[in-house]
């Protein structure tokens, strides 16, 4: 039945063709900051660079901070990661999200500010600037994680788990006492168009009565209805309303997704949350490692060539 198709091949890994800038504010910071996604070589991963810091006569290594699960030192609202001299970046789930989605592996993100610009709250814009730039295929080979058993954290209410599965998966349940938001569950799986046509253009959201707080403590001090969805009591204020009837429910898939993919490869896996957040996200991370039994990186079979049901993954060593 398969006897003209090409030989099976490994998926290869992935970056941008061309640099690819824009402009933007910081959600909690309020500050204004430019940021340029470069292409970057085999192997290098997600990293972002301050060049910000580099101005101000820092190093390469002091202003590079590489997008790791184990680099997470804050989960308030947003995750930002740290190198070790210091040197931060807030808000990278948005990002991290279009990249995974997008299927990009190498690529070098330079920012002249602690915090990736919020564009409209949601990933869609980072698609766009990724498909204006364009998609080249590497000579490497991609490697995945693929998890081999059930791994899972739980705090009174909030769960998040990683199962086995044959694909990438994520399914998300949230319920707010709001009737603008309510209890809403989501399921997409990560395949093809599914991210951008399914997850990408959901927005962040938050409740105009928790504002005045979050500013207080550093938070939200960018925030408006041009980047988030704002909830007033049981209304939702922007003009124009949601762009999903689950917009919300959608949102939180996006954030899982960038959250994820911190692990440094595309996870091969189904996950579920329940109430879970950038925290609880994270420690699930810090689980899935912790137990080298409940994982294994592999090299992941070009789909292009193989049918979905006979797409195995090659082990490596």
């Not at 101005?55 to 790791?68: C, K, L, N, S, Y």
């Not at 005045?212 to 922007?238: F, H, P, T």
């Not at 789909?303 to 195995?312: L, N, R, S, T």
Request: hydrophobic share 45%.
């Amino acid at each position: 039945m398969y006897a003209d198709r090409e030989p099976i091949t490994t998926a290869r890994q992935q970056t941008l063709k061309a640099p690819i800038n824009c402009t933007g504010v910081g959600l909690h910071s309020g500050l204004p900051v430019a940021m340029t996604m470069r292409p970057a070589p085999v192997n290098t991963g997600i990293v972002f660079r301050r060049v910000d810091l580099l101005r101000g006569g820092a190093t390469e290594a002091q202003a590079a901070v590489p997008a790791r699960w184990d680099a997470v030192v804050d989960t308030r609202l947003c995750t930002v990661i740290a190198n070790a001299t210091g040197a931060t970046v807030g808000t990278v789930e948005h990002v991290m999200s279009a990249l995974r989605g997008c299927g990009i592996d190498n690529l070098f993100i330079d920012l002249d500010g602690a915090e990736v610009p919020i564009m409209d709250g949601s990933a869609a814009p980072f698609v766009f600037l990724i498909e204006c730039a364009g998609i080249t295929q590497q000579e490497a080979a991609r490697r995945v994680i693929r998890v081999l058993r059930p791994v899972s954290v739980v705090e009174g209410e909030k769960v998040a788990t990683l199962t086995p599965a044959s694909g990438s998966s994520f399914a998300f349940e949230i319920d707010f006492a709001s009737a603008a938001v309510r209890r809403q569950e989501g399921f997409v799986r990560l395949e093809a168009d599914s991210f951008k046509d399914e997850v990408a253009e959901a927005r962040t959201f938050g409740f105009l009565q928790e504002v005045d707080m979050l500013r207080r403590a550093g938070l939200a001090r960018g925030g408006s209805m041009d980047n988030a969805i704002v909830i007033d009591g049981d209304r939702v204020l922007n003009e124009g309303g949601l762009r999903f009837d689950d917009e919300f429910v959608r949102h939180k898939i996006l954030d899982a997704v960038g959250d994820l993919y911190m692990a440094g490869y595309a996870i091969v896996g189904h996950y579920s949350g329940i109430r879970s957040g950038h925290a609880l996200n994270n420690k699930l991370l810090h689980a899935l490692f912790a137990d080298a039994s409940a994982y294994e990186i592999v090299e992941e079979m070009d789909a292009a060539f193989v049918p979905a049901w006979e797409q195995p993954l090659l082990a490596t060593a």
